[in-house]
């Protein structure tokens, strides 16, 4: 900053620190209003709110900071933050929805081996090999993966 007040350019100050010359404008303009180039502190609302609602997606999050704080940022922005605070945007999940068709195959299913005995489930399973893997997320629930195998 001592050297734009001594009538230096903004673009030769940027040439000598390798930056482009709109990031030596920002901090001039910034130095301008605060007397400072540091950044603002921020409240830290959007951290406090993202591990509230760790599911929220970026658009979410972009949402409940423009209801709540009248604060209009890109998503982009959003996700910056969040992965500067050590924490992932979330995507929300594709699932393909089940067809009335597929509601009735289940439940047909379900209400066909509902009385199966031990016995019978035994025969299935001596058919299949059946591997489990357990996996511990962020919450210390358990998620299970199963992998079905057909054995001869």
């Not at 658009?59 to 910056?80: E, P």
Request: charge should be positive; include cysteine.
């Amino acid at each position: 900053m001592a050297r734009l007040r001594v009538g230096g350019r903004q673009s030769d100050v940027a040439r000598e620190l390798h930056v482009s010359q709109s990031v030596i404008s920002r901090l001039a303009s910034r130095h301008r209003t605060t007397d400072r180039v540091q950044d603002r502190p921020r409240s830290g609302y959007l951290r406090t709110y993202a591990l509230r609602h760790r599911h929220a997606t970026a658009t979410q999050l972009q949402a409940c900071l423009r209801d709540a704080r009248g604060t209009r940022v890109s998503r982009q922005t959003i996700r910056n933050r969040l992965h500067r605070f050590g924490l992932n945007a979330r995507r929300p999940l594709q699932v393909t929805r089940l067809t009335p068709r597929h509601r009735r195959e289940r439940l047909q299913w379900a209400q066909d081996h509902v009385t199966w005995t031990m016995q019978q489930w035994s025969t299935v399973l001596e058919l299949l090999h059946i591997s489990l893997t357990f996996r511990a997320n962020w919450k210390s629930t358990h998620v299970i993966t199963i992998s079905l195998t057909y054995c001869e």
